[in-house]
Every structure is written in structure tokens, then in C-alpha cells.
């Protein structure tokens, strides 16, 4: 049976493409640059969906490979990197399972590239053992998730309702469950057929304590973590309750 994050991208990378959550990539790479530097680095794009971090960054001279369930959304991110001229190694695999040991200076997951959507917290470590895996000694792992605190302080359902535009994926029946900081709604969208859908969702919500104590358990050592602003990603941008998304930024350690 298709787990629901396997259905929802079967058939979405050109309305994926126009959700306002994929607006920032501009400046998230410009983010993304910055952290890691040099300009040779070899890097993983984990969950790369339709390819928008990684034809950027291909196209300001890093080398990108990209890993993605989703065979339409590989199909669309090919499609991109084709029209735009750049030289990207697309791979359909699943982020629990990854075949890298100690290939790349760094590993992206950005707008929830796998990370949080797993069915079990432990097969959302398994995303994060593998990422550490695939990274060189000093690697970097720049990646966004759920906020924990924001739930907390605010109604998600609220907070979702207020980004959706017309057009766009919908999200109702919202329910947070506080012993497993899990959000379990109803999506509903229209895939690149025009053809309704409605999708039981379940997303895990972490805390900064939690983030910091798995990646140090897979063997990074130095973590930061921000509030993810859209477009805008800054170590500037203190973590707070208000933050839907969380900002992380870990180097692996000897």
C-alpha cells in the first residue's frame, strides 16, 4: 500500500512547482552558497522533488546529484534541468536506504524533503543516519523541518489556511496529537490531470532538543538551528514559536 506522501507526488510536479512554499529558492541557495563555500563541493539534494535547489545551485557551479521517491517528480526535475542546460544526476531512491558512503561535502533537505514525513520516528533517523553516511568528514547537512513549538502556540490549521492560495493544495480536519507531536489532517488538491484528490496526511513536529540529540547520535557534531524563513534563510533568525519551519545546519564530525 502507498504510503500518503508517495501518493500526493505520483502526479504533481507542475502544480508543485506554482505551491507557495517553492517561491524562496533564490534565496535559500543564496543561503546554501554562503554555508558551504566551495564553489567545487559535491552536493546531495535528498527529497530534490521537481530539481529548484538543485538546477540553482548547478547553475552557480556546484555539482548536484539529486535522490527522489517520486518518479514524476524526477521526471519533471530532468525535464527542467534539460531546458535550462544543466548537468544534473537525477536517481529515483528511497532517503531511508541511500547507497552513498562518504561521497559528498554536503547534503541538502529542504521544504520537508523526506525528513518528517515518515510513517515512524524511526524511519525519520534512518533519513538521517543515511545523510550523515553519504557525507564526507566535515561535511555539512543543511536541511528545514516541522517546528515543534509552533503547534504549541498557534493552530496549524490556521496557519495553513492563511498561506493557501487559490488553486492550491488545501488542509483541513487538523488534529496535533501531543504524545507523539504528530499532525494528522485532510489534504485535498488537484494533480497535473486536474484530478481531485484528498490525501490522509500524517507529519512529525520536532523540538530543537530532539533535532540536536539524533544528529549528534549520527555523528554531527557542531548543530545550529534558526527559524526557516521563506526565501530568506539567515542564522540571524533566532528560532521562536512563531516559526512554522526550523532551520537546520549540521557539520559532521571525526
Not at 45 to 64: A, P, V
Not at 152 to 159: G, I
Not at 176 to 195: A, E, I, Q, V, Y
Amino acid at each position: 500500500m502507498k504510503q500518503w506522501y508517495e501518493e500526493l507526488f505520483e502526479n504533481y510536479g507542475k502544480k508543485y512547482d506554482k505551491e507557495s512554499f517553492t517561491q524562496g529558492t533564490i534565496g535559500e541557495c543564496d543561503f546554501i552558497e554562503k554555508e558551504i563555500g566551495n564553489k567545487s563541493a559535491n552536493i546531495l539534494d535528498i527529497g530534490c522533488g521537481t530539481g529548484r535547489h538543485s538546477i540553482e545551485l548547478s547553475k552557480r557551479g556546484f555539482r548536484m546529484t539529486g535522490i527522489d521517491l517520486s518518479e514524476s517528480q524526477l521526471r519533471r526535475a530532468k525535464f527542467k534541468a534539460g531546458e535550462q542546460n544543466q548537468s544534473i544526476d537525477f536517481q529515483k531512491h528511497d532517503a531511508r536506504n541511500l547507497p552513498f558512503e562518504s561521497e559528498f561535502d554536503a547534503a541538502i533537505m529542504i521544504c520537508e524533503g523526506g525528513f518528517p514525513l515518515m510513517e515512524t520516528d524511526e524511519m525519520n533517523f534512518q533519513i538521517l543516519s543515511n545523510a550523515a553516511k553519504a557525507l564526507k568528514q566535515n561535511g555539512k547537512l543543511i536541511f528545514t523541518t516541522l517546528n515543534g513549538l509552533f503547534p504549541l502556540f498557534h493552530s496549524v490549521k490556521d496557519f495553513l489556511a492563511s498561506e493557501s492560495e487559490e488553486g492550491n493544495a488545501t488542509y483541513n480536519k487538523n488534529s496535533f496529537d501531543l504524545m507523539t507531536f504528530r499532525d494528522h489532517n485532510l489534504t485535498k488538491f488537484s494533480d497535473d490531470d486536474g484530478l481531485e484528490k484528498e490525501l490522509k496526511c500524517n507529519e512529525r513536529f520536532y523540538v530543537p532538543p530532539e533535532i540536536t540529540w539524533l544528529l549528534k547520535s549520527v555523528g554531527f557534531k557542531t548543530i545550529g538551528i534558526f527559524g526557516a524563513r521563506l526565501g530568506a534563510f539567515s542564522r540571524k533568525h533566532k528560532l521562536t514559536t512563531n516559526d512554522f519551519e526550523m532551520l537546520v545546519v549540521a557539520e559532521k564530525g571525526h
